[in-house]
DNA sequence: CATGAATGAGTGTTCATTCAT
DNA sequence: AATGAATGAACACTCATTCAT
């Protein structure tokens, strides 16, 4: 939201007068979408050892040269494109906890699992490779962890009475982040043929559910 | 030379008594765990990127060659790799399940809380870097769950009147493995610097009884 | 063909009317200049591979596109280069010879030789660099020997009855230019630890005199 | 085949002293053989641009990652190159002080000089092409000069009373080696095209003889 | 004329893999 | 079975050069 509210003041000021190089960075924004849905495209259909830096060249459009003024080295591409999952992830976290400020905690993490479990159902093959086939850091991994948990610190502080007072939110957020993480994960992509989305979902709510309540 | 006679009395006592083949498989798995050993070691030391055939034989005391005798090719040792800690770790859980048929379910899930945290604990880097940097494909991270799922079917199977008798064994044990799975993970290698492991440790407790008596 | 069109069109002009066009041909020999400086300054600050026809262009301040205007390749700039120390030393050499008329050769080839040995002693690491590892066709150097020939012919020559009347001029230009260049050289950048710039000098001029006389 | 032989005679040898290692080295010394010549081969033929490593390789009849085994990279090779020549011209210059010691020292400036020009009018367009187009460290050059110089200063001590007693020894052969070195390539590579090989030799040895008789 | 972003051919180099011994 | 020298396909990356503005 804060990137929309940034993508918002930059459209004011373009209409206005005395616009300047903003056409580079929207120049370089589309490039780097460009090479990183390649990356994707590739990935999906020929797998990791296909994507190369010739190739992903080619299927984004750009030369091998221009990759390189927005991207150091390889892995830097592979490092953005976890950065730009984590962010996205992020992003989803954050607006659906605004958008459930005046409801429980319990319908707020219905709807996280929801969204969470919706947005990596949605190319599951691709979800799968990047955790196992994409060299990345565990640098965006932890950002995200951090924000998950910065998310729900807020979630609980900003609903006291609904909780025991005695809770330590420092412990509770970083149970309840990772929970909703990894339940979101597996009802998602490692579930067991023998249990449907809709029965994995219920019962990942089930248990966040009897941890906020205990 | 020295190798030739070697080998020439391989042949000899092999073509002789009842004994048989045993010393080959003995000395294969030495030579697989050398490797594996001699990649932890390049791993931890070096880097992914200096992890080389020619590199991990060197340090594993064999010919490159020997190498291919036991790995189909590179992907495979990281594979191996990866199987090796999850079977340990499959291992660890069962025989935790095993040690405890007589205790509760609660007291089994703390002991198998500890028994994780503590395998990870060891060594953070390595563990850091085996999920971040080298590529598995998923199978393996699947099998382990697979063999969680089924060690926590068969510890609530066992406990019947222990819990609520409509419970889904299917549904419980998934949200168990995960949750134990990951919240070991996550004190072990993600925690925040404000939570001991302690902490983290007795709040996923919390969490993991909070759902089983729910 | 852009460049033969210049070329000629100088021509032109510069048979027809008094003055004309000098701005752009000033500004001609200062971005010339510029560049040759630019690639002097990486080359001794940075090595022969920082010399990247950007890179100089960045140094020169000028854009890369106008190294093309004024250079039909980067082998062409490095052509200059040498050609300007050429240039410099022929022209060192010529005004040399024209100060001495007056003087005996003896008094000439003493001044050769300090002139040119200070030249090169100013920046031997660049004269080096330049001499080893700068590409260089054999023209320019062929080139100034060439003027190095014809200034001893002339010196020679207007000094009849100073020397042995059955001198060869053609002979012995050609081994004085090679002995001053070579010992001038020597002196300046291979002189060995235990010989000072002065001694080596000195006997430089002892042989060349010795050779004149003989 | 070759390689055939030399094992076998290895074999032999092996079976006698403790002489050991040998194959590998002759293996080397003939592989970097066959790089040089290779790179003087393509450089004569198509330019110095067209030696890449690949190339040389090809024309070598070796695989590139062999040469990667005896050079550390490409520059490597082109040093090697020079220092071959360098170390033939140094063996060439002694080996003529070793022939002459019986001689005058005006005899033996002779067939230095008569060498020297030989050895280089041999393939005066690969002696030129060395030394402006193949860039190579300093190093080299200044190894072959003190090596003249020792000669020099050796064939110098071992005349003493052939000379003027008040000689400077170090002097005289610092000027002793760079007059023959220049005049020998002047006069293979740079001669006037109105003066004859003899004629340049001749008048360089006048230079000399003037020089030592002073 | 100047600019400098974009290009992409081409290079040095690595390293998984093989196979003669 | 073991070895490790040799292989060469393949890759990441650079940089001389162009051309639309």
Known sequence: MLRKLQISSDWIQASVPPQRRKPQQRRSRETVEAVLDA???????EGVDAVTTNRVAV???????????????KRAIFSALHDRHADAMGRLVESTVVANVSRTLGELVGNLLSGLIDAHSGDQQLYALLMTEVPHGAAS???LDA??????????SSRGRELSRDLDVERCSFVLAHMVESLSHAAALNRPP??????????????????LRS
Chains 1, 2, 3, 4 share one sequence.
């Not at 023998?194 to 559910?209: G, P, W």
Request: hydrophobic residues 55%.
């Open 39 to 45: 990356v994707v495209r590739i990935l999906k259909k």
């Open 59 to 73: 299927v984004a459009g750009v030369s091998v040269g221009s990759i390189y003024q927005y991207f150091p080295d």
């Open 194 to 211: 023998s249990l449907s989305v809709a029965a994995a979902k219920s019962e990942a709510l089930r248990a966040v559910l009897a941890y």
């Open 147 to 156: 924000r998950l948990q910065g998310a729900f610190r807020l979630a609980i």
């Open 141 to 143: 991994a932890q950002r």
